[in-house]
C-alpha cells in the first residue's frame, strides 16, 4: 500500500531563518510527486511537480527535490506570508492513484 | 489562476435533507475529483471521473453520488445528510495526459455542517 509521511507536524520559524520540510514515501510506481500549499480555509493550491529521482524545482524561496525515498522542500529566507500548510502527494498506479499526506504547518513569525 | 468554482462556500443544514454541492471548471480539464478533508487531516479521494459519462469512486467509502453529463461540471450529491457528513468538501481538475499525472487545480471548498 502507498504511504505518505510528512514531517515535522509543525514548523515554527523566525522570519529569514530558513529550514526543510521532508515528505517520506513508499510506493509501487512512483508517476509523479506534488507539492502543494494550503491556507485555512482553502483549496490546496499547486507548487511543484518532480517525476523522477534528483529532480530539483524551484519557485521564488522554495525548492524541492527528490530521492527514490523522499522529498524536502527547502524553504530560504522565509517570510510570514509563507505561512500555510504544506501538503505532499504521490501519484502511482494504473489509474493513477493519489494520496496526499497530513501535511506540515508552517508558520514564520516577524 | 485556477479557474474552478465551488458553491456554496459554506452550508448549514438540516439531517436528512438533500444537497448537492457544485463544482465547475472552465480548462477544459477532463479529470474531476472530489476530495473529502476533516481539520488537521489529509485529503480522502471519494469520487472521480475521467470524462463525460465517466464515474468513479475513490478509497473512501461515501454515501454520495456524482455525475458528469459535461465536461466543465461535477456536482456532488447527498440524498439524505447526516451529522457524520460534517467535513470540507473540495472539487479539483486535472488534464488527463494517459500516462503522467498532471497537477490538480482546487476549488475553494464547500465546509457543510449537517445538524
Known sequence: ?110 | EADIYQTPRYLVIGTGKKITLECSQTMGHDKMYWYQQDPGMELHLIHYSYGVNSTEKGDLSSESTVSRIRTEHFPLTLESARPSHTSQYLCASSEYSGGANTEAFFGQGTRLTVV
Open chain 1, 1 to 110: 500500500e502507498d504511504q505518505v509521511t510528512q514531517s515535522p507536524e509543525a514548523l515554527r520559524l523566525q522570519e529569514g531563518e530558513s529550514s526543510s520540510l521532508n515528505c517520506s514515501y513508499t510506493v509501487s510506481g512512483l508517476r509523479g510527486l506534488f507539492w502543494y500549499r494550503q491556507d485555512p480555509g482553502k483549496g490546496p493550491e499547486f507548487l511543484f511537480t518532480l517525476y523522477s529521482a534528483g529532480e530539483e524545482k524551484e519557485k521564488e524561496r522554495l525548492k524541492a527535490t527528490l530521492t527514490k525515498k523522499e522529498s524536502f522542500l527547502h524553504i530560504t529566507a522565509p517570510k510570514p506570508e509563507d505561512s500555510a500548510t504544506y501538503l505532499c502527494a504521490l501519484a502511482s498506479g494504473g489509474y493513477q492513484k493519489v494520496t496526499f499526506g497530513t501535511g506540515t504547518k508552517l508558520q514564520v513569525i516577524p
